[in-house]
């Protein structure tokens, strides 16, 4: 079972999206954050209006899986594009609960915010970017301005089960088998980068309604997309994670935004809502867990709405 609630947070995912890079007219700043024996880097996209910071899912996954996020909020907002600790350039020397915990990010992500002299952030984040966003929110509710989930992760490591039952009743015959060919401990043991890339293309059909698009974004896919060494060390420190006592702290706006058919399913993102005092819950309709990847249009319509609702 272990190993199972591993590949699903690694899966947490995966807006792995390939997506066009911002344009060249756009302004693009790095800079980087001194942490605990590691730089924290990130990336700013966007010539003006207020800051939204980007996370990505995981914990694990490239930020550039949110780059067609970046393209469309860099329109009115800069967007800080945070290469979490263990990805990107913000590699760590050891991956153990002492350097990937749910503190950790959420410290990285105050750091950021007092790094760049901002007083209050938007926050946008899919999957466990959802997660990180609402519990930096409880955590810090004084310098958010706004928190935007899209896709959904599990609140509790309970959900996170309901999250691996839908998983598996999503994938078909051949889509399993290639999961527990990769699962064998001695294909982990010989290559184990390429064991855990090989189970998350195989997952990645239940992750979307459209099955003929969950094959062509599974093929598009490359071993470099995510971290594998994160989520191991993540789940040794939070392996019985409860988000409910921070969600109840969140006294930003919140817009919890869900395709019907995510698999972190509609119980999980309905106990969040009613935990946020201050939130607002979207479904989208034939849409899985990227609803920007499948459903474009009415996710920027409800996202672009909320964003300019907000005091300036």
Request: glycine share 6%; aromatic share 10%.
């Amino acid at each position: 079972m272990k190993r199972l609630f591993i590949t699903v947070l690694l899966l947490l995912v995966t807006g792995v999206a390939q997506s066009a890079y911002a344009s060249a007219q756009q302004s693009q700043r790095e800079g980087k954050v001194a942490r605990d024996g590691f730089d924290l880097y990130y990336r700013i996209v966007g010539n003006d209006g207020p800051y939204v910071l980007i996370l990505s899912g995981g914990p694990g996954e490239e930020v550039r899986s949110m780059q067609a996020v970046a393209d469309e909020l860099s329109k009115k907002h800069q967007c800080i594009m945070l290469e979490q600790r263990g990805t990107g350039r913000s590699r760590l020397s050891r991956y153990d609960p002492s350097t990937i915990n749910l503190n950790a990010y959420i410290e990285d992500v105050e750091a950021l915010r007092k790094h760049l002299q901002v007083n209050k952030l938007t926050l946008v984040g899919n999957s466990w970017g959802m997660m990180l966003a609402l519990a930096y929110g409880g955590t810090y509710p004084e310098s958010v301005r706004a928190i935007v989930t899209i896709g959904s992760g599990p609140i509790t490591s309970e959900y996170l089960a309901v999250f691996v039952e839908n998983l598996n009743t999503r994938l078909c015959s051949s889509d399993m088998e290639v999961v527990q060919y990769w699962s064998e401990p001695s294909r982990r043991a010989a290559n184990f980068e390429r064991a855990e890339f090989e189970r998350v293309r195989a997952t990645a059909p239940a992750y979307f309604y459209d099955r003929r698009a969950a094959l062509r974004f599974a093929m598009e896919l490359t071993p470099d997309e995510f971290n594998p060494h994160v989520v191991p060390a993540f789940i040794r420190a939070e392996g019985a994670f409860d988000l409910r006592p921070k969600l109840k702290a969140i006294t930003a706006p919140v817009l919890l935004v869900q395709g019907r058919q995510d698999l972190a399913g509609e119980a999980n993102i309905y106990e969040a809502h009613l935990l946020i005092k201050n939130s607002i819950l979207k479904f989208i309709n034939r849409c899985g867990h990227m609803p920007w990847l499948e459903q474009p249009e009415q996710t920027w319509k409800i996202v672009n709405e909320f964003l300019d609702g907000l005091p300036r």
